[in-house]
């Protein structure tokens, strides 16, 4: 019998997974600062303290750096832990612990260990949060060999993502758009997975591919509907995961569509967009390409707290159609 299919916002689709993953393996836990009774920063882990008890949801003290350091050593004994981040800017007090703790001991120990951690990072601007509660880092972690790093851009990806990286040997960084706690869409019941490493082609098109991660997956399909009735087809390629990124999906389309355009809310420099970029460069589709690539990124500045400058250093809907419709017409 299939599952039953529910609406669920993509927080509900979280604290579903967590516990689902709980009940099926003892040793899961839950931590982070403010989990517990408070239910987190963004009320992602809600009740699960009352269900679970304070030794499976553990408050943690004010410390990225030593929560983090917890969550690897439990990792490496043996056990599963998630810990949240109550921003993903915080993984900056954690750098240590994630990239030369967590990325490398399987590698430096011959294989001889793993380190199943699952790392959340609740990401992105929108909430009027400021320069240091906004940031969206993957593209740091993405760097670093070693760590799995994801971006899930639907409820549905958001359960099944994490129970794959609960159940992967390899530690995983999910990075959550803060703004999608609140959408939802249909989720299963009961317990799925969802690939790491395989992206998804949220909307079939032939005129331009359109990589996108996170929230601005849902961007490019709004604004893929609006070119629709210019006579623009645009294909969504969700590109789902960071690292491992699926290269072959990308050239697939981009040798359909004959351009490429990439949009990520962080910084444009040195973004998710350019590693797609130079892959592309490097590959066959090459060939195929009618046009320059087009990199839509954020601004080079910190994320102001003012609400309509803090929109203007993301790509909004409106600037997904323009750089769209100027790419397709040949407009440079």
Known sequence: M????????????????MA????????????????????????VTGDLVERYGADRVMDTPISELGGAGVAVGAALTGMRPIFEFQFSDFATLAMEQIVNQAAKMRFMLGGEVSVPVVMRFPAGSGTG????????LEAWLGHVPGLKVIQPATPYDAKGMLLAAVADPDPVMIFEHKLLYKMKGPVPEGYYTVPIGKAD????????????????????????????????????????????MDKQ???????????????????????????????IAESEAFDYLDAPI??????????????????????????????ARDLVKGVR
């Open 2 to 17: 299939d599952a039953m299919v529910r609406e669920l916002s993509y927080a509900q689709a979280i604290q579903e997974a």
């Open 20 to 43: 689902i993953a709980m009940d099926m393996d003892e040793r899961v836990f839950l931590m982070g600062e403010d989990i517990g009774v408070y239910g987190g920063a963004f009320q």
């Open 129 to 136: 949060a400021a320069a240091q509660h906004s940031q969206s």
């Open 201 to 244: 082609i949220r909307r079939e098109g032939r005129d331009l591919t359109i990589v996108a991660t996170s929230i601005m997956v849902q961007k490019a399909l709004d604004a893929a509907a609006t070119l629709e009735a210019e006579g623009i087809d645009v294909e969504v390629v969700d590109l789902r995961t960071i690292r491992p």
């Open 249 to 279: 999906t990308v050239i697939d389309s981009v040798k359909k569509t004959s351009r490429l355009m990439c949009v990520y809310e962080a910084v444009k420099t040195l973004g998710i967009g350019a590693e797609v970029s130079a892959m």
């Open 294 to 323: 087009v990199r839509l990124g954020g601004a080079e500045t910190p994320i102001p707290y003012n609400p309509e400058l803090e929109k203007a250093t993301v790509p909004q809907v409106p600037d997904i159609i323009t750089a």
